[in-house]
Nanobody, 126 residues
Framework: QVQLVESGGGLVQPGGSLTLSCAASGFNMDYHVLGWFRQAPGKAREALCIHTTPGETYYSNGMGGRFTISRDSAKNTVHLLMWHLTPDDTGFYSC????????????????????WGQGTQVTVSS
């Protein structure tokens, strides 16, 4: 069964850090572009970052200084490390995998991602 399963979400205090994980099954992540997305309350989904098959990483504006995407090929998992979290980082985070020949930047259309996880909630609050 092909699926992506996110984990690691939860409640964190402002200024804290959190690591999200996205484990793949039924396919090899190494042959896909991997992306992390966020949907904040009342807002549209936004792309945060991507990890390409050669290992390049790209971040949307303002995310590169606090977020890091990394791939663990041995575990077929992609992680999102987040630091200095603020209440504005609250949202529903999801990962996706897509065609490396079509996705070359963070702003690529969501329709190019073929596989999506169910997501995990992150709440930043004191």
């Amino acid at each position: 069964q092909v699926q992506l399963v996110e984990s690691g979400g939860g409640l964190v205090q402002p200024g804290g850090s959190l690591t999200l994980s996205c484990a793949a099954s039924g396919f090899n992540m190494d042959y896909h572009v991997l992306g992390w997305f966020r949907q904040a309350p009342g807002k549209a989904r936004e792309a945060l970052c991507i990890h390409t098959t050669p290992g390049e990483t790209y971040y949307s504006n303002g995310m590169g200084g606090r977020f890091t995407i990394s791939r663990d090929s041995a575990k077929n998992t992609v992680h999102l490390l987040m630091w200095h979290l603020t209440p504005d980082d609250t949202g529903f985070y999801s990962c996706a995998a897509g065609n490396p020949g079509m996705i070359t930047h963070v702003g690529a259309p969501w329709s190019l991602y073929e596989k999506w996880g169910q997501g995990t909630q992150v709440t930043v609050s004191s």
